[in-house]
């Protein structure tokens, strides 16, 4: 996923009939439209969808071939790493930024989640999702001596490095000047996922809302604190890494 390095993520599509993605855009919907930014926006289908409701979006992303296919929906884009630096948009630029399943991806999440916090104007919103490390089926898995999905111990598979529960981002997210304001699963996998699925069977997304702490994905919507142009908070101590 590195940016001008063609990978296998190069394939990579959204469906958006995933709960997660579903409530994403329920927890957008709440804002007025204004100036977006995607990151990791893929092949620009949850962009062209906030486009459709009356965004102006920006994308950014690390794979140009994706990049390319989201330029041809009308979404401009920027090819880039996500931790590598300063970004090339100006302070307080957008009302809203999207960051879906990218933070697990990253080495430097404290430098993702500032420049975050810079490019998002204050009162602006920011929704963050990642994997469950305390899913309940993570829970389960463990219990039975088994690996925690989407967990990854080398480069290869899903490129997870950062594992999440919901405290865990919630104290990070605070620490960059984010106020959060909700948080909700995407859903509970109450039989294996080889018999249902929430694209296949819509209603057990309910299961997300009702116990969001045991759902296989974290939805936060944050609330951006601060002034226009100065840091939201002080550097992060590493004693939030700890936290459960």
């Known amino acids: 996923m590195t940016a001008g390095r063609h990978t296998c993520y190069a394939a990579h599509r959204v469906d958006l009939r995933e709960s997660r993605l579903r409530k994403l855009i329920a927890l957008l919907a709440a804002e007025r439209p204004g100036r977006l930014l995607d990151v990791g926006c893929a092949a620009g289908e949850l962009a062209a969808e906030a486009i459709a409701r009356g965004w102006r979006v920006d994308g950014m992303e690390r794979e140009p071939a994706l990049a390319e296919a989201a330029r041809a929906l009308g979404v401009a884009v920027h090819v880039g790493d996500f931790d590598g630096g300063r970004w090339p948009w100006p302070s307080a630029a957008f009302d809203a930024a999207v960051a879906g399943e990218v933070i697990e991806h990253l080495v430097d999440t404290d430098q993702f989640l500032a420049e975050l916090a810079r490019v998002v104007r204050p009162g602006g919103a920011l929704i963050v999702t990642t994997p469950n490390l305390a899913s309940l089926e993570n829970r389960v898995r463990l219990l039975l001596g088994r690996y925690p999905m989407w967990m990854d111990h080398r480069v290869e598979g899903a490129g997870h490095l950062r594992y999440y529960t919901p405290r865990v981002l919630k104290t990070q997210l605070q620490a960059h000047g984010f106020r959060v304001e909700r948080h ?25 809302d009702w116990f969001p702490s045991l759902a296989m994905g974290i939805l936060m919507k944050a609330r951006r604190g601060g002034q226009t142009g100065e840091p939201s908070s002080p550097p992060v101590p590493d004693s939030h890494r700890s936290a459960s």
């Open 184 to 208: 909700v699963g995407n859903w509970v996998p109450l039989v294996p996922q080889r018999w249902a699925d929430d694209r296949r069977f819509p209603w057990l997304a309910v299961t997300g």
